[in-house]
């Protein structure tokens, strides 16, 4: 999994075991995760991450497109997957408010049709890659 953007980690969770694919796992529901200070009071969370995975530390800077962890199964997930946003606080809970994500410099597939749009709206069921991929 490579960093969404230029930021410095805030915190790292590394501990918890994958599940099984179709068990719900334990708490946190987050499971494995890094929260990410993009800046401009924004914060990205990227979770469900494979234990023992993290390649970054709290404090530490990174770039976007560097390789930071593996997708896992850990927390509360039924398959292996990234769960990824971005919030307005580097705390967790009721209280946090999410914010859009703009993704650029893609393709996206949308019912089958593959388009190159300026900046992607994602809906439920979308893919994107990479322009070049």
Do not use: C, W
């Amino acid at each position: 999994m490579l960093s969404p953007a230029d930021g410095t980690v805030v915190s790292v969770s590394d501990v918890h075991p994958d599940e099984p694919v179709g068990n719900i796992g334990q708490n946190p529901s987050t499971g494995n995760h890094i929260l990410l200070d993009i800046g401009s009071g924004r914060y990205a969370v990227l979770a469900h991450l494979q234990q023992g995975s993290a390649r970054v530390s709290k404090g530490q800077r990174v770039r976007l497109g560097q390789q930071i962890a593996a997708v896992g199964d850990s927390g509360d997930s039924l398959v292996p997957h990234l769960h990824l946003h971005v919030q307005d606080s580097p705390d967790f809970g009721e209280h946090v408010r999410t914010l859009p994500i703009v993704f650029r410099n893609v393709v996206l597939i949308r019912a089958g049709s593959e388009s190159t749009p300026a900046e992607a709206d994602l809906r439920r069921g979308d893919h994107i890659r990479r322009i070049g991929d």
